[in-house]
């Protein structure tokens, strides 16, 4: 399993916020099938993140295409493979 991270930006403020719902639940259904590693919205409102677990680059473009958010134009994308090295210790849920 491979992450990937992918930066939305903010390309309409208006959509975002109509189709927040419809972002979350698809995240939701991501996070359940175990594709979701971390998620958030940046605070100054330029967009948001998400690391994705994917087998390759093309599952995670393929994800990241059907989140609502960028099939109704609200945010873009741009993908990058990340290879996560930390010493920290994360907290169980």
């Known amino acids: 399993m491979k992450y990937f991270a992918a930066f939305s930006p903010m390309l309409d403020e208006e959509k975002s916020q109509e189709f927040r719902p419809d972002h979350l639940t698809y995240l939701e259904e ?3 099938e175990g594709k979701v590693f971390a998620k958030g919205r940046f605070t ?6 998400v ?12 994800i990241v295409k ?9 945010r873009g994308y741009e993908i990058h493979e990340w290879v996560m090295t930390t010493d920290a210790v994360l ?3």
């Open 51 to 62: 690391i994705y677990m994917a087998e390759n680059f093309e599952e995670a473009e393929a």
């Open 91 to 93: 907290p169980e849920k």
């Open 66 to 74: 059907n989140d609502p958010y960028v099939v109704q134009g609200a």
């Open 44 to 49: 100054d409102g330029t967009g948001g993140l």
């Open 30 to 32: 991501k996070e359940n």
